[in-house]
């Protein structure tokens, strides 16, 4: 029955270094990447770190394009960073700071196809201090992202139906079969 041991101990290990934390975001949710759509209220309430995707589900005539603050806030087309028109759009956060989506055809942004994420590191730095050295609160603190508008690409596009291969709920389940088939041997 040791045999049994070492295969729970490797589970829990893979458990531990899988990506389970990262995220796929559906755009709109069930609405999708669409005209009319208030995309501030749906990014409300979510917390978008590094490694999390977001998945663009839109019909043929739209784009997701990624672009710089300015042409986000001008609804400016035609300068994207990073353009895809497939209809089924996954982009990987790979970059802390804001990212800018517009739909790059005529009009659309300017009709609600236009989306902000602000990507947090997920690092924790240490509290303020005082002027004595001493820490001012008593938890660590989360860095925030730090909007950035740059001309490089910030994220990186794959056209793939998404889905979470490794889930949190995934990782839960088998850690505790781990931990009973461990208690059985």
Known sequence: MAGVGVVCVVFLVLCAVMPSLATDYTVGDSAGWTMGAD????????TFVLGDTL??????GHTVDEVSASDYST???GNAITSDSTGATTISLKKAGTHYFICGV???CGSGMKLAVTVESGKTTAPPTSSSGTPSSGAATTSPATPTATTTPSSTV????AG??????VAVVITWLALFLLVLS
């Open 106 to 108: 005529i009009g659309h």
């Open 164 to 169: 979470n291969a490794f889930s949190p709920f």
């Open 39 to 46: 995309y501030s209220t749906w990014t409300s309430g979510k």
């Open 55 to 60: 998945v663009f589900n839109y019909g043929g």
């Open 75 to 77: 609804c400016t087309v």
């Open 158 to 161: 794959t056209h793939s139906s």
